[in-house]
């Protein structure tokens, strides 16, 4: 399964059995079942190494709290298999659309917008790969993912898009996040941290595309950031609060299950409470919030690929208990659950 770092991960049946045992053993009931979700980032896919389809997905987002809307976002899923090789990613556009209708049929939160990939460095030419797109998406595409995920050390496995290094620095990539604002579509920042100076840097310069920072800015915990948590606090926050200065710029609160993240949720004898999850995570999410404002952030659950993590129960029990303890009104909440996702991806309430 491609995850959101590039990663594959285990998915054979053997795996999928203990991990959810693993899961299993740490059932709660939702914090809060009756506030609205709009989970603004998962992926769907059907690989030989795991499916995870609308009925996955529906057994996730139905698990007790009020999911009632999602988002897609790329994970190199359904891609044509012949013609230009440029338009074969619109295959996932599609893929994601047949399941979107699957998920309006069925009873369960529905698939309302799709974010899917096309190489920006095709400059201005990528205005026909985003137009097949959206006549493809029969209204939920809305824009798309290139990652740029990169770091110098080997320990660290780049995105499936195999970035190079600087991408967004690029006057061909920048032509081509150009367009995409130009043609109303926005953009999905997927980076580690060191790289947040850079989206600083695109945001300032091209400042009509909507962007969106995915997974609070990739805070990396392995290989050279391995117990290192302080430092890389010390990068990723200057870099989020100058990020903020731009308007056009949200930021998705999540990503927290990810194992590139080092804080060993997967080496637990069982998997965490919503409460070890919270505690873990606090500090990091009310930075991103308050830097940002309630207005331009959003909850994202990032499933499947941050179940190797939690469940979803406990994900959004974690980010419910996050915001009692900050004490952000009902409003704030309305934002950060729902409100900014509507607004950002232009979903219209159910």
Same mark, same amino acid.
């Given at each position: 399964?491609?995850?959101?770092?590039?990663?594959?991960?285990?998915?054979?049946?053997?795996?999928?059995?203990?991990?959810?045992?693993?899961?299993?053993?740490?059932?709660?009931? &939702?914090?809060?079942?009756?506030?609205?979700?709009?989970? %603004?980032?998962?992926?769907? /896919?059907?690989?030989?190494?795991? $499916?995870?389809?609308? %009925?996955?997905?529906?057994?996730?987002?139905?698990?007790?709290?009020?999911?009632?809307?999602?988002?897609?976002?790329?994970?190199?899923?359904?891609?044509?298999?012949?013609?230009?090789?440029?338009?074969?990613?619109?295959?996932?556009?599609?893929?994601? *659309?047949?399941?979107?209708?699957?998920?309006?049929?069925?009873?369960?939160?529905?698939? !309302?917008? @799709?974010?899917?990939?096309?190489?920006? $460095?095709?400059?201005?030419?990528?205005?026909?790969?985003?137009?097949?797109?959206?006549?493809?998406?029969? =209204?939920?595409?809305? =824009? @798309?993912?290139?990652?740029?995920? /990169?770091?110098?050390?080997?320990?660290?496995?780049?995105?499936?898009? #195999?970035?190079?290094?600087?991408?967004?620095?690029? !006057?061909?990539?920048?032509?081509?996040?150009?367009?995409?604002?130009?043609?109303?579509?926005?953009?999905?920042? /997927?980076?580690?941290?060191?790289?947040?100076?850079?989206?600083?840097?695109?945001?300032?310069?091209?400042?009509? $595309?909507?962007?969106?920072?995915?997974?609070?800015?990739?805070?990396?915990? @392995?290989?050279?950031?391995?117990?290192? *948590?302080?430092?890389?606090?010390?990068?990723? *926050?200057?870099?989020?609060?100058?990020?903020?200065?731009? %308007?056009?710029?949200?930021? #998705?609160?999540?990503? @927290?299950?990810?194992?590139?993240?080092?804080?060993?949720?997967?080496?637990? &004898?069982?998997?965490?409470? !919503?409460?070890?999850?919270?505690?873990? /995570?606090?500090?990091?999410?009310?930075?991103?919030?308050?830097?940002?404002? %309630?207005?331009?952030?959003?909850?994202?659950?990032?499933? &499947?690929?941050? #179940?190797?993590?939690?469940?979803?129960?406990?994900?959004?029990?974690?980010?419910?208990?996050?915001?009692?303890?900050?004490?952000?009104? #009902?409003?704030?909440?309305?934002?950060?659950?729902?409100?900014?996702?509507?607004?950002?991806?232009?979903?219209?309430?159910?």
């Amino acid at each position: 399964m491609t995850g959101s770092n590039g990663s594959v991960e285990a998915g054979g049946t053997a795996v999928a059995d203990e991990k959810d045992t693993w899961l299993a053993a740490t059932v709660e009931q &939702p914090f809060d079942a009756d506030e609205e979700i709009v989970d %603004p980032h998962h992926h769907l /896919w059907d690989f030989p190494t795991g $499916t995870y389809l609308v %009925p996955e997905l529906h057994a996730d987002t139905g698990a007790g709290h009020n999911v009632t809307q999602t988002v897609f976002v790329e994970c190199a899923a359904g891609y044509r298999t012949s013609g230009p090789e440029h338009m074969r990613p619109v295959g996932e556009t599609e893929f994601v *659309r047949d399941q979107a209708a699957a998920s309006a049929e069925a009873d369960g939160a529905t698939i !309302s917008a @799709i974010v899917s990939f096309a190489d920006l $460095t095709l400059g201005n030419a990528v205005e026909e790969v985003l137009a097949v797109h959206d006549e493809a998406g029969e =209204g939920l595409f809305r =824009g @798309i993912r290139h990652a740029n995920a /990169w770091d110098a050390s080997d320990q660290i496995r780049e995105s499936h898009t #195999k970035p190079p290094p600087g991408l967004l620095g690029q !006057s061909d990539f920048r032509a081509g996040y150009a367009t995409l604002g130009r043609m109303g579509f926005s953009f999905d920042a /997927w980076m580690f941290h060191p790289q947040v100076t850079e989206l600083v840097g695109l945001a300032h310069a091209v400042p009509d $595309t909507p962007v969106v920072l995915d997974h609070l800015g990739g805070p990396l915990g @392995i290989g050279p950031y391995e117990d290192r *948590r302080d430092e890389v606090r010390a990068v990723v *926050r200057p870099a989020l609060e100058a990020l903020a200065r731009h %308007p056009q710029v949200t930021v #998705k609160v999540g990503g @927290i299950g990810m194992s590139i993240y080092g804080v060993g949720f997967k080496r637990l &004898p069982q998997a965490p409470s !919503s409460e070890h999850v919270a505690a873990t /995570w606090s500090d990091d999410i009310r930075h991103c919030i308050e830097t940002f404002g %309630p207005d331009r952030a959003m909850f994202e659950s990032n499933f &499947p690929v941050d #179940k190797q993590g939690c469940s979803y129960t406990v994900l959004f029990n974690a980010f419910q208990r996050i915001c009692d303890q900050a004490g952000y009104t #009902k409003s704030e909440r309305a934002d950060l659950f729902a409100g900014t996702a509507r607004r950002f991806y232009r979903v219209t309430a159910a």
